[in-house]
């Protein structure tokens, strides 16, 4: 039989105690605008800085109080702007939705801190774009920053290849990461001494040094690979208290990296939150819902990707359970096919992503606290 995602395993599993609802009038129909340059910021707009999927460098807005998105892509110098509607039902509220052509797109916001959505930007390889606000100065925030961090690899490789992630730590001025599998061993089963550095880990295939330094919104990277080879890259960051999202851009068709600081006090139950969450999986599939994570670790999941027989509601199979990285989550067998789910919770932000029994990757997503 053939494995199950997010959108289709709720075919198979009983119906939580939410109501199902019929697309029909959810979202604008206005085609987004593609121009070369972009546009005239919004006054009411939150601006955000990251990267897209593709490994492209975008910045964009989201004007709530006009209903109104706009993006521009400064690797392809494309823009694209639309309207959203913001779903209310309780199956999606606070899910941005945007019917184009045909089309349904969404987006998710935690307000003035990060975004995530997968509008139309400027590339049609693009499948996710994930900002932090542009508006946060991170100069005087080094010290929130510092730490070590779990990271997922984005990219069009997914389509073919074993999901790249690992860990990293960042010093003052240093980064030292390792690529710790790319799928064959699951995530979290893996025993890491940190902080990295060369005296406690052994730094073979694929690992990594370099420098950093903070310029306003953005931070840049001097990456050095074990292998010699070496780039500039362009990261991102929203630090705030002990949380702290990183991101990174490899460049054009070498995909981006979502980080998120890991917690050593993090536990399924102060994560028990509802979020709202953009996913993407291998089949090209794009889609929304909400993850309701419960203190026993149980989790009750909604998913749409804009057609009314795509909607679901379904509570999993089985609990969250603690690896061996803290505020990495692991449920296995989740829809009765052999799927695996991991999760990763850092303060309001949260990713996951699904692997079949043989390690192949199905499907990611990442979202924020509701």
């Known amino acids: 039989m053939k494995n199950l995602t997010f959108k289709k395993w709720a075919m198979l599993l009983s119906l939580s105690t939410f109501v199902l609802f019929s697309c029909s009038d959810d979202g604008g129909d206005d085609k987004p605008t593609t121009t070369s340059s972009p546009s005239t910021p919004a006054s009411t707009a939150n601006r955000y800085s990251g990267s897209a999927s593709y490994g492209d460098l975008i910045t964009f807005q989201l004007d709530k109080q006009n209903s109104r998105f706009s993006i521009f892509n400064e690797t392809t110098n494309q823009s694209e702007s639309g309207t959203f509607t913001t779903r209310t039902d309780s199956l999606f509220s606070g899910v941005y939705q945007v019917i184009a052509a045909g089309d349904t797109f ?40 510092v730490g070590d961090y779990v990271y997922v690899r984005l990219g069009n490789y997914l389509k073919t290849d074993k999901m790249e992630w690992g860990v990293f730590t960042l010093g003052q001025d240093s980064l030292w990461g390792v690529v710790v599998d790319e799928g064959n061993n699951d995530p979290g089963d893996t025993t890491i001494n940190r902080p990295l550095n060369y005296s406690n880990n052994d730094f073979t295939n694929r690992s990594f040094d370099g420098k950093w330094t903070v310029t306003n919104d953005r931070i840049a990277i001097e990456y050095e690979g074990i292998d010699g080879m070496s780039s500039n890259i362009t990261g991102y960051a929203y630090a705030a208290g002990t949380t702290s999202v990183f991101l990174m851009d490899f460049g054009t068709g070498k995909g981006s990296a979502i980080a998120y600081k890991i917690d050593d006090n993090s536990s399924v139950s102060n994560i028990s939150a509802v979020y709202k969450y953009i996913s993407f999986d291998q089949e090209g599939d794009k889609g929304a819902g ?28 089985g609990s969250l359970t603690s690896t061996n990285i803290p505020n990495v989550y692991y449920m296995g067998n989740f829809d009765n096919d052999g799927n695996e789910l991991y999760l990763v919770a850092a303060g309001e932000a949260l990713m996951f992503y699904i692997f079949d029994a043989n390690g192949n990757f199905k499907e990611y997503g990442a979202g924020s606290e509701m």
């Open 106 to 145: 969404f987006g998710i916001e935690l307000d003035d801190k990060i975004a995530v959505a997968n509008f139309p930007s400027g590339n049609n390889q693009n499948d996710i774009v994930f900002g932090v606000s542009s508006e946060i100065d991170n100069t005087g925030k080094i010290n929130q920053m």
């Open 290 to 317: 909400h993850l309701t994570i419960y203190t026993d670790g149980t989790v009750d999941v909604t998913f749409t990707d804009g057609a009314a027989d795509n909607t679901y509601s379904a509570s999993l199979n």
